[in-house]
């Protein structure tokens, strides 16, 4: 005869319990800590609005918000040779973008080519751009070579986000699994094929951030076209913010120019977040789905 023992019930488990459990690699901090985390997060805050506070305060006191400081921003001369100073940024910042990413992927091939002097020559140009001075090369190529500042301001920034780029793309292919490669030449690819087909595709995702971040500092460059001579945007606000007869509003004009920019650089990171969530749902890159187990067809003879 048997007799069955009754279990005592196990008591219920914890938030802290499951939290423990949940990961081996961090632990959740206490109430004394979130407490104390709380605080940080207030005095932080707290001094953020102070110093915020400061700067209204300093700006007020210095008059930069009178009517004659902000006037010239309601002329329509004014209003058009900000528009046109944009306009340029714009097209130095197109020219540099897609020179820029071409010298990189043609500086990408010869560092990843198998043959020596091929790859030496590649290398050394990609070190001695990164290494020189953007202003400097600008200022060679407008000076010395007596370019006009157009094709001097791309040609400076090409060069260098050109020479960075092509390290970006060189580790981007080199960070893909060394089975992918090794996979595609055992079916009989060919070189080309394989970076075009099998490498090039998975180191997208892996570069674009990279890419995105070089491409802003490349539109942020577009300023230094201004000491060329260069009617960009910030050219264009140098000249609003020097003019005697609106008090020189410096201030001002930093305050109307500065949102582009960000307003332009946090667009480039939407476009580069847009571009990634697009790859996730390409066909050719989402993962196939594979059918649950199911009994096969027994061979003849088979049980």
Known sequence: MTSTASKAPKPPRTAKASRSDSTALYDFPGPRTERRHRWYGVLATAAVAALFGWLLYLLFATDQFTATKWTPFEYQGIQDLLLRGLGNTLKAFAYAAVFSLALGAVLACGRLSEHPPLRWLATALVEF???????????????????????????????????????????????????????????????????????????????????????????????????????????????????????????????????????????????????????????????????????????????
Not at 189 to 216: C, D, G
Not at 270 to 285: D, K, S
């Open 129 to 303: 751009f990164r290494a020189m001075p953007v202003l400097v090369m600008i200022f060679f190529i407008f000076v010395a070579l007596k370019v006009h500042a157009l094709p001097a301001l791309v040609a400076g920034l090409t060069l260098y986000n050109g020479s960075v780029l092509a390290e970006v793309f060189r580790t981007g292919v080199n960070s893909v699994e060394r089975g992918q490669r090794e996979a595609a030449y055992a079916l009989g690819m060919r070189k080309t094929q394989v970076m075009t087909y099998v490498l090039v595709p998975q180191a997208v995702r892996a570069m674009l951030p990279t890419i995105i971040s070089q491409l802003v500092v490349a539109l942020k460059d577009t300023s230094l076209g201004y000491l060329i001579t260069y009617e960009e945007f910030l050219h264009a606000g140098k000249l609003i913010a020097s003019n005697l007869d609106y008090d020189l509003p410096f201030i001002p004009v930093v305050m109307v120019i500065s949102p582009i920019y960000i307003g332009m650089c946090m667009l480039l990171s939407w476009f580069a977040h847009w571009l990634a969530g697009r790859q996730r749902r390409n066909p050719r890159t989402e993962a196939v789905g594979v059918a649950p187990a199911s009994p096969g067809t027994l061979l003849p003879g088979g049980q």
